[in-house]
């Protein structure tokens, strides 16, 4: 078998990666991880200390929300939604949304460019 290789973002190729350990909770702030960077959409993971947060923006694209870990707030057209560990949710293009840990969590973004 082929040893696995890594690519300009550190990450292996051909290698199973637990994501609860690919990027760690910094206190008072937000970390994020960009796994996957091309012209045909985003891979990110973020950790969100407890009670940090982003502020309503909106996006070109879908946008789906893995929870990795923890808890979330995440307000789309100025509905909160509640979301654990194990759930995802799909942000609308165009649509305001922010988001804020309940309790501190990580979460993987994925956005595909149409």
């Known amino acids: 078998m082929a040893e696995s290789t890594k690519g300009d973002d550190g990450f292996p190729r051909g290698q199973a990666v ?3 350990r690919t990027v760690d909770f910094q ?4 970390v994020s991880r960009t796994v996957i960077d091309k012209k045909s959409g985003t891979v990110t993971l973020f ?3 407890e009670g ?5 923006h909106t996006a070109p694209f879908d946008a ?6 923890g808890e979330a707030q995440i307000t789309i057209s100025g509905v909160p939604r509640s979301v654990h560990a194990g759930e995802i ?3 609308p293009a165009n649509e305001p949304h ?4 309940v309790r501190k969590f990580k979460m993987m ?3 595909i460019r149409q």
């Open 98 to 101: 922010a988001l804020r840990a």
């Open 18 to 20: 637990a994501l609860s």
């Open 89 to 91: 949710l799909i942000m």
């Open 47 to 49: 950790a969100f200390d």
């Open 27 to 30: 206190t008072g702030s937000i």
């Open 52 to 56: 940090q947060g982003l502020s309503e």
């Open 64 to 69: 789906l929300v893995y929870l990795v870990e």
């Open 109 to 111: 973004l994925i956005m």
